[in-house]
């Protein structure tokens, strides 16, 4: 029997979302930056550095960037002085990233395309783990936070940057409304593609709730783990350790 995993609303073949994730993103590779500004009216930014705050890079410390894309944390958190490696499956969402690099003088970074189910680095290589607006397009998220695991050293640490369901009463209605009805649009207007935007948003209704996901950390070895809300959970920072 075929391995079935969701694909937004839809319910798919296991082999073929990777393949339909990766048409999404390098469809919306160029504009991806300005939509982000567009549909969170600027706030991914407030969000991205709090969470890099949570992870508290440090100089010397080698961290992998998952899903990476575009650059936007490693950015963050080469400035702290970490040795990052971005890493993401797209192609054309590293190329992204390469280039935005280039314009801003980052030229210690890391680029290399992986899956992060199959991860091609060693056993203990990193000190933190970092995957932001990343791990809901993973197929089999199992398998990703067990790769986080194993290239962490003992004592390293990984930190999710993920959308959730805000718990708050009255935003979660209002939210529904924007991101079914007008982030397409939004898409539509800003990037040509209003579908990959229709994706993204039926994804986040489809990941897992705050405290199954969390779970889901512990199940993969990680310790000590946490789960930081925002916005009453609409954006969640979730934290372990390998212990």
């Avoid at 009805?181 to 990037?191: D, H, S, W």
């Amino acid at each position: 029997m075929n391995d079935k995993v969701s694909f937004g609303y839809e319910t798919v073949d296991a082999a073929d979302k990777a393949e339909r994730v990766g048409a999404v993103f390098s469809s919306v590779a160029k504009k991806y930056d300005v939509m982000n500004d567009a549909m969170s009216v600027g706030m991914h930014r407030l969000w991205k550095d709090k969470f890099v705050r949570r992870v508290k890079p440090r100089v010397g410390e080698q961290i992998l960037d998952m899903a990476g894309g575009t650059g936007d944390i490693a950015f963050r958190m080469a400035r702290e002085g970490a040795a990052v490696t971005v890493s993401d499956i797209n192609q054309d969402m590293l190329d992204v990233g390469i280039e935005r690099a280039m314009e801003r003088g980052f030229d210690e970074l890391v680029w290399s395309r992986q899956n992060a189910e199959e991860l091609s680095f060693p056993d203990r290589f990193f000190d933190a783990y970092t995957i932001a607006f990343g791990i809901r397009n993973v197929t089999h998220i199992d398998k990703a936070l067990a790769e986080a695991h194993r290239v962490l050293k003992h004592g390293g640490r990984f930190f999710c940057l993920e959308f959730s369901t805000t718990e708050w009463p009255g935003f979660k209605e209002v939210y529904d409304l924007y991101s079914h009805k007008l982030v397409p649009r939004i898409g539509e207007a800003i990037a040509g593609d209003a579908e990959s935007y229709r994706y993204l948003i039926e994804s986040i209704r489809r990941f897992p709730p705050m405290p199954e996901f969390e779970g889901m950390i512990r199940k993969a070895g990680f310790a000590r783990t946490r789960v930081e809300p925002i916005l009453g959970g609409l954006v969640a920072i979730h934290s372990g350790w390998k212990i």
